[in-house]
């Protein structure tokens, strides 16, 4: 479903991605996981072109995201993206920020929007704070909130970068599970992630970056008893020295 070939990107000088080729089929939840600073952002960044690249190319079910008659803001409502930081808007009520997409990217009904709204608040667990205001949430909730808002568009694929990194270690269950939930139904993801025990559990193939490569490319069970590449070696015995 998407595919990454021979990606090559520069930050001016910095070689932030070094020829990254790789798969993800449909339905698959792949785990992207490494050390800070090894590219894995920037790469999930190109799947929607937060971030251009300079050789190589991304395909999303065969058509290549660079070509000319894609219209970027067509490819962005097509791809749920969450980040570390929800960015929900403040001034507006939960159901009211689920949704605004619909309503002004995809022209849907502002009466099926909210229904639809509602049903993916149930979705998340929060059906009962339709009418909250984000700034009366947890972050574990705006978190779940932020989930909905980016199913609001029904994207085929998902991705997630580091979606709980900013949460206090109590809400970080709740959040997972909600994407846990998103796998069993089907969804295609790609997950930046630290919590290897929802990558060991979750993901149908883990993805090893470091410096900017694609090192590894493993079932979890392989890739958290017997990573190949040494530095996958290293990563995974420090996260167990941890
Ligand atoms: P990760 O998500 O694995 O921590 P990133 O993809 O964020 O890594 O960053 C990879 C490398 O690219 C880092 O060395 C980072 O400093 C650099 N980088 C990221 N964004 C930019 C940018 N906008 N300009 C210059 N360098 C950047
Ligand atoms: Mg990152």
Redesign the pocket.
Known sequence: MIRFQNVEKW??P?H?LNSVSGEVKEGQVVVIC??????????I?TVNRLEPIQKGSIQINGQDIDGKSVDVNRLRSRIGFVFQQFNLFPHLSVLDNIVLAPVHVLKQNRTDARARARQLLAKVGLEHKADAYPIQLSGGQQQRVAIARALALDPPVMLF?EPTSALDPEMVGEVLQVMKGLAKDGMTMIC?THEMGFAREVADRVWF?DA?SLLEESDPAEFFVKPQNPRAQKFVSDIRAA
């Open positions: 930050y001016g910095y932030a490494g050390p800070s600073g090894s590219g894995k952002s920037t790469l960044r970068d930046v970056m900017g």
